[in-house]
């Protein structure tokens, strides 16, 4: 199976964010926008396989301006210290790309605030990073794009269960408990029938 190359215009001069680029989908995309020019900003949580990442690129692609930033998702003080840190750089960003995500881990597991791992991860854990670099991405009239699963139109979340077992009271920040079995069974369908999830951009944001 070959790889379809999609056409990229010349982004130079741009600053773009992507999450999740130590491998996978993020990886092959934060190589081919460093391809085309843009500078590329890879927050991860694990600096050894980040290390890696940015040499792989700058094999593929010499000269390429990549560099790492530390993230977790799965906490929102890690968020912060990053939005932080790109608040203190003072450069606007024109692409993020909130691609970074587990997919349904095998045992319920909480972020450090207490949501469920996949929702506050991949979901909570960018809206928190969107909001915090607002100014950036105002900024730099960025295009933002968020990367999900197929699954996520078959399902919703039953909020009436989101503190775990039904007819109980909510009692912290926390997902449904009983999602992850219905989540984990779409998804799985997705993965095997698509191989992939799809992209939806969500802005750009108003000026
Ligand atoms: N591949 C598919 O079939 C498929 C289908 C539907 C949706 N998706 C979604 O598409 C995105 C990319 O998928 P993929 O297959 O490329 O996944 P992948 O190869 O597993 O890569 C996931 C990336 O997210 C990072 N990540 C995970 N948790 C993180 C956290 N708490 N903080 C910061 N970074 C974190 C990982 O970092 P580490 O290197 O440290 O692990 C890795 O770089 C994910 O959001 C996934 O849910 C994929």
Do not use: Y
């Amino acid at each position: 199976m070959t790889t379809p190359d999609i056409p990229v215009p010349d982004l130079t001069g741009k600053l773009a964010v992507v999450t999740g680029a130590s491998d996978g989908v993020g990886l092959a995309l934060a190589a081919r926008l460093a391809g085309a020019g843009a500078e590329v900003v890879m927050p991860v949580r694990n600096p050894r396989k980040g290390e890696a990442a940015l040499a792989k690129i700058r094999r593929e692609h010499p000269g390429a301006e990549v560099s790492l930033r530390d993230l977790d998702l799965s906490s929102l003080a890690s968020v912060a210290a990053l939005a932080d840190r790109l608040t203190e750089e003072g450069r606007p960003i024109h692409l993020l790309v909130n691609n970074a995500g587990v997919m349904t881990p095998p045992e319920r597991q909480t972020t450090k605030d207490g949501f469920e791992l996949q929702f506050g991860t991949n979901h909570l854990g960018h809206f928190a990073l969107v909001g915090r670099l607002l100014p950036l991405l105002r900024a730099g009239r960025a295009r933002i794009t968020s990367q999900i699963s197929v699954a996520a139109g078959r399902h919703a979340i039953n909020w009436a269960t989101s503190s775990g077992n039904a007819g109980t009271t909510a009692t912290g920040p926390t997902a449904s408990r009983r999602s992850r079995s219905a989540c984990s069974a779409s998804n799985s369908t997705a993965a095997a029938g698509t191989a992939g999830g799809a992209s939806r951009a969500i802005s750009p944001i108003p000026g």
